[in-house]
């Protein structure tokens, strides 16, 4: 029967022996490896074996006709797939992800999950991740979209391929991001309210910027790292410093948001 994997119950594992990655990070370890802003650092340094060729993609799907789609309906149920393909003979998989929205809170919920993975929670945000080393390469998540308003909604993705061996030798790590714009929303990297002034770089890598309304200033590099994280007054000026290319987001307290990519000239 059509989506019966997304309403199983969940298969939790914990078996006697069995090392603690390999029911989910958050599971046994309460820990968010999923790249995303405000998350622990990924899983590179166990499992990093550079000469496999593995790749990780999302794909948002249509809940009724398992279609693709570009944007998201507010409210509206889709299917997340989590897909995983590569390794090095017969190899078992692994993942952790989530969805966010640009000032690093939930992005919608999930509310089931396929029979290979598990709903998670750490420190408040919501984590997909497997329950079990998986013969298959495919998680999925029914997914409700956030409310009218919310904008773009990030996913994150952490991913392994493990040969099994009980080790970490031979173990490949990747990651992948992807965003879905809110239909008839403002997509990322435009501007939502042309007024408020961008920040400013004073001198070397430090930048500055005074917040137009009370809100919550966030600032990450690239691979999602936040950098730096602020509650800031109305006309209060704040200062960061950091290096490369940064993405900048504000959110005021009344939902208005903001975001610019930056770099030191």
């Not at 914990?14 to 820990?31: C, F, H, M, P, Y």
């Not at 966030?218 to 999602?224: E, F, I, P, W, Y």
Request: aromatic content about 8%; some cysteine; charged content about 15%.
């Amino acid at each position: 029967m059509k989506h019966s994997s997304l309403l199983a119950p969940l298969f939790l594992a914990g078996l006697v022996g069995v090392i603690a990655s390999s029911i989910g990070v958050a599971e046994e370890q309460n820990r968010d490896r999923t790249g995303a802003p405000g998350s622990d650092p990924v899983c590179t340094s166990c499992h990093n074996n550079a000469g496999a060729s593995v790749t990780a993609a999302f794909e948002i799907l249509d809940w009724n006709t398992e279609e693709a789609v570009t944007e998201y309906i507010p409210g509206q149920d889709y299917i997340v797939r989590m897909v995983i393909v590569g390794g090095e003979g017969s190899m078992t998989y692994g993942v952790q992800g989530t969805s966010v929205l640009v000032d690093g809170s939930n992005a919608g919920s999930f509310v089931s999950v396929s029979d290979n993975a598990q709903l998670e929670d750490v420190g408040g945000r919501h984590i997909v991740e497997h329950n079990a080393p998986s013969s298959s390469n495919s998680f999925d998540a029914t997914w409700t979209a956030p409310a009218a308003g919310s904008g773009d909604a990030d996913f994150y993705m952490s991913a392994l391929a493990a040969n099994g061996n009980g080790g970490n030798s031979g173990d490949t790590y990747v990651g992948a991001t992807f965003t879905l714009p809110e239909a008839g929303g403002t997509a990322v990297g435009e501007t939502l309210n042309s007024s408020w002034d961008r920040p400013s770089l004073l001198a070397g890598n430090t930048w500055t910027w005074t917040a137009p309304v009370r809100g919550r200033l966030v600032v990450s590099d690239l691979a999602g790292r936040v950098t730096h994280s602020s509650h800031v007054a109305a006309q209060q000026r704040t200062e960061w410093t950091t290096t490369g290319i940064q993405l900048v987001s504000f959110i005021s307290e009344n939902g208005v948001r903001e975001s610019w990519k930056l770099a030191a000239r």
